[in-house]
């Protein structure tokens, strides 16, 4: 059974930073699509970023390119989401997500491909 769980969303003021932490585990093969995605109050779930456990390739929403990183840990079912200079708008619940579906590229992922995803960890900015 695949199970997802993330952990280390807190409130933090706009500037400051954070990591989340998704694991990953009931997976057979070590080649599959992790990402991150969110939801704010009152609005459609969000792609944040994406990335193939494979070759660690990683792709990101507009929004919050040079401001997030994806990365893997040690073992490739573990992944970090750094959120650096974070800004209000990134007031949200965020999802790790993860599928197989190689029809579907990694990059291109977006929130109803993802299979499986996690219960949600709340990230609040405050001004």
């Not at 993330?6 to 699509?33: D, H, P």
Request: aromatic share 10%.
């Amino acid at each position: 059974q695949v199970r997802l769980v993330e952990s280390g969303g807190r409130s933090v003021q706009a500037g400051g930073s954070l990591r989340l932490s998704c694991i990953a585990s009931g997976y057979t093969s070590s080649n599959f699509c992790m990402g991150w995605f969110r939801q704010g109050p009152g609005k459609e779930p969000e792609g944040v970023a994406t990335l193939f456990t494979g070759t660690g390739y990683a792709d990101y929403t507009d929004s919050v390119k040079g401001r997030f990183t994806i990365s893997q840990g040690n073992s490739k079912t573990t992944v970090y989401l750094d959120l650096n200079s974070l800004k209000p708008e990134d007031t949200a619940m965020y999802y790790c997500a993860a599928h197989e579906d190689r029809d579907i590229p990694c990059y291109a992922a977006e929130p109803p491909h993802f299979s499986n995803r996690g219960q949600g960890t709340q990230v609040t900015v405050s001004s």
